[in-house]
């Protein structure tokens, strides 16, 4: 009985340290983009995530990141890009699952994808990368006009140097897909990813 009291007491630390690890690596990454990006913190006007935001997450975060130069976009126009990250973390890897299966039934551009599998193209959908962590999601939308594929390496680069991990799962969206799972995809006919 002892030992289940104790066990009760330390969960919320465990949660607790979690949460606040996942704020240090995204401070991390924002300070990482001072001098080119004016930061924003926000409370709404998320992108459109599918049901992500419905899930049962412990702690989440959003930000925009607004570009301080103008650039010369693909239509020819100079525009200042801005960028989405959100941060989602769950109480532990079992959450986590039901999150994520969850969440795949009603992806982002309202696509049910199955884990491992690659997708073509997907109907109004902006780049993306998604890092599955064990117990966390980051996002980070990107502007179809406005990134070119040498940006989106170095974006995918900068995110997974901060919230990547030798297990991490990473999911990469192109402008109106493909939907790419572009390290430890899941296999398939796991039947762990069946409800």
Do not use: M, W
């Given at each position: 009985m002892k030992n289940i009291f104790l066990l009760l007491l330390f969960i919320p630390l465990i949660s607790n340290a979690q949460t606040e690890e996942l704020k240090q690596r995204t401070a991390l990454f924002l300070s990482e983009q001072e001098g080119k990006f004016k930061v924003k913190e926000l409370n709404g006007s998320e992108p459109d995530y599918g049901v992500l935001l419905?899930?049962?997450?412990?702690?989440?975060?959003?930000?925009?990141?607004?570009?301080?130069?103008?650039?010369?976009?693909?239509?020819g126009n100079l525009v200042r890009p801005k960028y989405d990250l959100s941060t989602f973390a769950y109480e532990d890897e079992q959450e986590l699952m039901y999150a994520l299966k969850f969440w795949f039934k009603e992806f982002?551009?309202?696509?049910?994808?199955?884990?491992?599998?690659?997708?073509?193209?997907?109907?109004?959908?902006?780049?993306?990368?998604?890092?599955?962590?064990?117990?966390?999601?980051?996002?980070?939308?990107?502007?179809?006009?406005?990134?070119?594929?040498?940006?989106?390496r170095n974006w995918r680069s900068a995110m997974l140097g901060v919230f990547g991990s030798p297990s991490a799962r990473v999911i990469e969206i192109g402008c109106n897909g493909p939907i790419e799972w572009t390290k430890n995809a899941p296999d398939p006919k796991d039947p762990i990813w069946r409800r």
């Open positions: 419905e899930t049962q997450f412990i702690h989440h975060e959003y930000f925009q990141l607004k570009q301080l130069d103008k650039e010369l976009n693909e239509l982002i551009g309202g696509k049910r994808v199955t884990p491992g599998r690659d997708y073509r193209t997907v109907d109004h959908v902006d780049p993306a990368i998604i890092i599955i962590g064990k117990t966390t999601i980051t996002l980070l939308t990107l502007s179809c006009y406005a990134t070119d594929i040498e940006e989106f």
